[in-house]
T-cell receptor, first 114, second 113 residues
Framework: NAGVTQTPKFQVLKTGQSMTLQCAQD?????MSWYRQDPGMGLRLIHY???????DQGEVPNGYNVSRSTTEDFPLRLLSAAPSQTSVYFC?????????????FGPGTRLTVT | GDSVTQMEGPVTLSEEAFLTINCTYT??????LFWYVQYPGEGLQLLLK?????DKGSNKGFEATYRKETTSFHLEKGSVQVSDSAVYFC????????????FGSGTRLSIRP
C-alpha cells in the first residue's frame, strides 16, 4: 500500500492564483481530513469528510474548497491564493480501531504564496 | 469545546536522559488519546495511543498513561537517543467528533550526542 499520497510536494503561487492540492489514499478509509501547519500553531483542521459525497468545515475553512467524489480522493482547492495561506498542508485519512480513530498522514505540501 | 494543552518547547536533552513531555486535555465523555511524532520534512506518524482510563500506550521505548483523574497523558522515555529528535504532538479524538482529532501545538525535542 502506498498509504496517503500528496502532490505536489512544493508549490509557489502568486496572490490571486488558484490551484488544487491532490490527496489520495489506498487504505479504503472512510474519513479524510486536510490540515495546515504553521509555526507555533500546531495543526489546524481545514475541512474533513466522513465518506464519499459528504464534507464539512473544520476550524479554518475560509478560502478553501473540498469535494469527495470517491473514497480514495480528497482534493483541496485554493480559490484565490493569499499570502496568509503560505503554510504546510497535510492530508490524513483515518478509520476506527477499537473505538479510536487513528490518523494516517501524507508527506505534506509546502505552499508559498507571494 | 475539546482541547489539548502540551508543554511548550523546545526541549533539549543529552543522550540517555529521561524524557517527560506533559499533556493535559479537556473533553466531554471519554476521548481516545494519542501521541504523534513528526520527523524533519515528514508528515506525522502515530507513536502510541490509549482508548480508556488507565490504559498505557507504548512504542519504541516511549510510554504514556491515560489518567482520567488528572486529565493527562504525559509522554515518557527512560533513555532518549539522538534519533528521537523530532516534534511531538499530543492529540485526542472525542466521541462527539470521532472523525476529527484535536492536536496540541507540538513540542520540539532536540537530543545532544
Amino acid at each position: 500500500n502506498a498509504g496517503v499520497t500528496q502532490t505536489p510536494k512544493f508549490q509557489v503561487l502568486k496572490t490571486g492564483q488558484s490551484m488544487t492540492l491532490q490527496c489520495a489514499q489506498d487504505m479504503n478509509h472512510e474519513y479524510m481530513s486536510w490540515y495546515r501547519q504553521d509555526p507555533g500553531m500546531g495543526l489546524r483542521l481545514i475541512h474533513y469528510s466522513v465518506g464519499a459525497g459528504i464534507t464539512d468545515q473544520g476550524e479554518v475553512p475560509n478560502g478553501y474548497n473540498v469535494s469527495r467524489s470517491t473514497t480514495e480522493d480528497f482534493p483541496l482547492r485554493l480559490l484565490s491564493a493569499a499570502p496568509s495561506q503560505t503554510s504546510v498542508y497535510f492530508c490524513a485519512s483515518s478509520y476506527s480501531k477499537a473505538g479510536a480513530y487513528e490518523q494516517y498522514f501524507g508527506p505534506g505540501t509546502r505552499l508559498t504564496v507571494t | 469545546g475539546d482541547s489539548v494543552t502540551q508543554m511548550e518547547g523546545p526541549v533539549t536533552l543529552s543522550e540517555e536522559a529521561f524524557l517527560t513531555i506533559n499533556c493535559t486535555y479537556t473533553a466531554t465523555g471519554y476521548p481516545s488519546l494519542f501521541w504523534y511524532v513528526q520527523y524533519p520534512g515528514e508528515g506525522l506518524q502515530l507513536l502510541l495511543k490509549a482508548t480508556k482510563a488507565d490504559d498505557k500506550g507504548s512504542n519504541k521505548g516511549f510510554e504514556a498513561t491515560y489518567r482520567k483523574e488528572t486529565t493527562s497523558f504525559h509522554l515518557e522515555k527512560g533513555s532518549v537517543q539522538v534519533s528521537d529528535s523530532a516534534v511531538y504532538f499530543c492529540a485526542l479524538s472525542g466521541y462527539s467528533s470521532a472523525s476529527k482529532i484535536i492536536f496540541g501545538s507540538g513540542t520540539r525535542l532536540s537530543i545532544r550526542p
